[in-house]
């Protein structure tokens, strides 16, 4: 045994135990609304924290020292005070910017209580239903992903797809299949007002937050929201969008050939999944590291718990991709734009 070698890795395994408690600090933070007290405010005190935030002052002192030692906020010994960097606050405090992280924290600390169901899992092989997770998911999830929709979906992402900018300014038709709480939805509502959207998702609590969150966001006139599944939702369209979503189901091929038969002549679908290599190997990386991860605990969980469980997993790959898309029966399939995190596809008959 290389003695050094095992030190290193005692090291990094610490680093990553002291990662997974950090997730659970920053859950707190953010649903105390303490990095929402701290964006702007310069240094402040763990009493002058509590008081802006109606929180217990040794609480947040513990707290603020754990944040300060995972270099998450800066701390200054000879005032004893912590401020949270301009930096760190675009990222932790603001809903807004495409750089915020906290539905990630959210998403997946929740993600994590399902650990003995998912073990159990591995067992049966039977997974572990989307509807089956903590609720906390289900949030995660979209204010995880919003940043980014927000960022690129009307400015890049349409944009990219021949003849559908055009469309959808003209008024055009569109499904967004497993919408969840329908931020996508929401977006292209606002930016094209011409247009009608129509989310479908087969989990009932999270078509009931998007009905909310659409007649919140004053788009209820053209965008609405039902119960259904990726194979039995019906209407045609002009465009048909899948986002992050197409992995976890359990008939990949059979949701995109569902796809083709809802779509108008000349219609697109648009499928967004999460950046990947084919192979293992291209994937050996931070991020491979996270969708790896969530995959193992709900991609891969949420499909081998449905009809066919092909379980492809968050890492699929564009040839993987290639191939359900072709399988249903359709012949073009062009990576139309790509950012950090995701693949998008431009799909046609």
């Known amino acids: 045994m290389d003695q050094n070698r095992l030190e290193d890795f005692v090291h990094k ?16 933070g953010d649903r105390l609304g303490l990095y929402r007290a701290m964006a702007g405010a310069g240094p402040l005190t763990p009493a002058e924290l509590a008081q802006r935030t109606g929180t217990v002052e040794r609480c947040v ?8 030692a995972a270099g998450y906020v800066d701390y200054d ?18 809903e807004e910017s495409p750089a915020c992280v906290l539905g990630g924290f ?13 073990a159990d899992a591995f067992r049966s092989g039977k997974g572990v239903g989307w509807h089956e997770h903590d609720p906390g998911l289900f949030e995660g999830t979209e204010r995880f992903f919003r940043p980014g929709y927000n960022a690129n979906l009307v400015n890049s992402w349409i944009p990219a797809l021949e003849g559908v900018k055009e469309k959808l300014a003209k008024g055009a038709v569109a499904a967004d299949i497993g919408c969840g709480h329908g931020a996508s939805a929401i977006i292209l509502a606002k930016a094209y007002p011409r247009s009608t959207f129509v989310g479908f998702d087969y989990h009932a609590p999270s078509i009931e937050a998007a009905r909310q969150r659409a007649a919140a966001a004053g788009v209820g006139d053209r965008v609405r929201f039902e119960v259904a599944s990726a194979k039995t939702y019906g209407g045609k369209y002009d465009l048909v969008a899948h986002f992050d979503c197409l992995h976890d189901m359990g008939d ?19 499928l967004v999944e999460p950046r990947a290599g084919d192979n293992v190997e291209e994937n050996l990386n931070p991020l491979g590291r996270i969708f790896y991860s969530v ?21 699929a790959g564009e040839a993987r991709l290639r191939d ?26």
């Open 13 to 28: 395994a610490m680093g990553d135990l002291g990662s997974a408690l950090t997730a659970s600090l920053v859950v707190i």
């Open 61 to 68: 002192r513990e707290w603020l020292a754990a944040q300060a």
């Open 77 to 94: 010994a000879a005032s004893g005070k912590y401020t949270l960097p301009e930096e760190q606050a675009a990222a932790l405090s603001n």
């Open 106 to 118: 959210l998403g997946m600390t929740s993600a994590m209580k399902a650990e003995s169901k998912v």
């Open 252 to 270: 990949p091929v059979g949701a995109a050939a569902h796809v083709r038969e809802t779509l108008k002549p000349g219609g697109t679908w648009m």
């Open 295 to 315: 995959s193992t605990l709900v991609c891969t969980q949420a499909s081998l718990a449905q009809e066919v469980g092909a379980a492809l997993g968050a890492q």
């Open 324 to 349: 359900v898309v072709t399988k249903a029966g359709f012949h073009h399939f062009r990576r139309a734009a790509e950012t950090p995190f995701n693949f998008v596809f431009e799909v046609r008959a």
